[in-house]
């Protein structure tokens, strides 16, 4: 099974700051890895896909990034709707989801 | 408008079974693999099962392998979860979520449906 490390499991920024959220895969993914937010009683919603494609209707201030084991979320200028807990997924062999990283305003 | 509306949770006891239901519309139900995925309460997600669009592809998180079977009728648009033998560590909330036919990350997910196991 493939585990997915994420870091940091929590985080506190400033609105306008920029964060950075890694997942580290235990093997090679070849880029099959999406990034979800999910508010507070929400479901989760689809940003990131194939690492770094943007999802329709997804906010240019979010990007993502990496190859092999390494990705990385980065999102820039911090809104205040942007807090939320951030998960990544593998879907290179089944799925599993990191722990998560629960973001909030500083 | 897409929507997925799960049900059929509640609370039941261990060791009994139960079965989930995920209504689609605003899409064509049968052109998209079909998934569950659950969140224990306060805890990260995990996917539980998938299918594929025609239901010639079944897959199963080790966890609920042999205990839940996933299926589908394409023509009520509906994904079904049978959940049997059920353990307090299935307590969670399932969300259905649909992925399209050659990619395998969730593009739209339902409000989920809270199953309760206990005594």
């Known amino acids: 099974d493939i585990r997915m490390t994420q870091s940091p499991a929590s985080l506190s920024a400033s609105l306008g700051e920029t964060v950075n959220i890694e997942c580290l895969a235990s093997?090679?993914?070849?880029?099959?890895l999406a990034w979800y937010q999910q508010k507070p009683g929400k479901s989760p919603q689809l940003l990131i896909y194939?690492?770094?494609s943007l999802q329709n209707g997804v906010p240019s201030r979010f990007s993502g990034s990496g190859s092999g084991t390494q990705y990385s979320l980065k999102i820039n200028s911090l809104q205040s709707e942007d807090v939320a807990t951030y998960f990544c997924?593998?879907?290179?062999?089944?799925?599993?989801f990191g722990a998560g990283t629960k973001l909030e305003l500083k | 408008e897409v929507q997925l509306v799960e049900s059929g949770g509640g609370l039941v006891q261990p060791g009994r079974s139960l079965k989930l239901s995920c209504l689609a519309s605003?899409?064509?139900?049968?052109?998209?693999?079909m998934n569950w995925i659950r969140q224990a309460p306060g805890k990260g997600l995990e996917w539980v099962a998938s299918?594929?669009?025609?239901?010639?592809?079944?897959y199963y998180a080790d966890t609920v392998k042999g205990r839940f079977t996933i299926s589908r009728d394409n023509a009520k648009n509906t994904l079904y979860l049978q959940m049997t033998s059920l353990r307090s560590e299935d307590t969670a909330l399932y969300y259905c979520?649909?992925?399209?036919?050659?990619?395998?990350?969730?593009?739209?997910w339902g409000p989920g449906t809270m199953v309760t196991v206990s005594s």
């Open positions: 979520a649909r992925h399209e036919s050659s990619v395998w990350y969730f593009d739209f």
């Open positions: 605003g899409f064509t139900f049968s052109n998209y693999g």
């Open positions: 299918i594929s669009s025609s239901s010639s592809y079944i």
């Open positions: 093997e090679d993914i070849y880029s099959d």
């Open positions: 194939n690492a770094n």
């Open positions: 997924q593998q879907y290179n062999n089944y799925h599993t």
